[in-house]
């Protein structure tokens, strides 16, 4: 072989190579020659969707983040039960609470007309999240993709891998580490809390049965205690109670929740509970007065969370309904 026919060929094993790994990581701008419109669809449907009602950003937010927290960022939560599976999306922490889902599929639908196949739901579940924090107020980060989408959803396996409101910081810490995310990472991205709503179910043992007492959290500040037992009055179990989780701006990405934190208005143990590890609490005053600093920091954790336990290359597949695995 010459010398020149020899260059070729390693130059074609380098393009390979190259090739090969540009399929099997993600990139920014995964999209841009297979589908250019890829983006400007999601962006357009959260404004759709946002239009008719504020809290499906927060709606979209939560869902990115329960995707990725069980078995990665693979659009397993988008997944419907069948008759012989109960999906995450029907375990008690996502049914009825999540929302967002009439973004998705719509963003799906003019996808499949506009490139039949490209597209991955778990894809557009993180372009979305990363666009409802714009649309709130937050800062935008790039999204790389080419994640590709699971063919498992198991309700079993919700509880065990997202945190319940009655965490402490060390229940917290050592669940967002279970995930390759750290302390501060934790902190930054409990920030969420800055947007949407709660239902009384998931608090209102701190303010009618704390701890097995019969009185509320002590720790909770009393005046906000009282507002919220009138919302969220004892007994009831009336799924559609709900209260903004920072009532001061329920639809912006600020810093109002490390105000709310600081003040012990905090919704859940979870977020009160950052008070109490010298750590935690110093980041929770940092974040209260900077909020510029919040949001940077804030969009870096969550691309960091975008991009756990990703399917990417040949594994999974990209679903032609966001609802159900290719048959
Ligand atoms: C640190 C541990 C966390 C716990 C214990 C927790 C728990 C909860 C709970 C119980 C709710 C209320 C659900 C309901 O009753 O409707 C909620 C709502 C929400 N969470 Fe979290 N969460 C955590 C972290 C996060 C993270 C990391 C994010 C995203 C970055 C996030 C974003 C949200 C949003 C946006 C809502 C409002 C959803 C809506 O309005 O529909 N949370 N969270
Ligand atoms: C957090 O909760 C766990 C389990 O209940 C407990 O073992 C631990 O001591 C608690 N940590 C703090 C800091 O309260
Ligand atoms: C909860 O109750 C137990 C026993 O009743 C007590 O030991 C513990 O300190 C209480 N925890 C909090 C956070 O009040």
Redesign the pocket.
Known sequence: MSSKKLCLVCWVVVFLVCFQSVHSQLAVGFYTSSCKMAEFIVKTEVRNGFIKNK?VA??L??MH?HDCFVRGCDASVLLDSTASNTAEKDSPVNNP?L?GFEVIDNAKARLETECKGIVSCADILAFAARDSVEITGGFGYDVPAGRRDGRVSLASEVLTNL???T?NVSQ?TTNFANKGLSQEE?VT??G??T?????CT?FSSRLYNFNGTTSQDPTLDAAYAARLKQMCPQGSTDPSL?VP?NPASPATTDAGYYLDVLANRGL?T?DHTLLTNAATATQVNINARDSILWKRKFAAA?LKMSKLGVLTGNAGEIRANCRVINS
Do not use: C
Request: glycine letters at 14%.
């Open positions: 809290g927060a709606g937010v939560r983040f609470s929302r945190p319940p409101p965490f917290l934790m991205l409990s969420g809390h947007i949407g709503r709660s239902h998931s709900v989780m859940f979870s969550m």
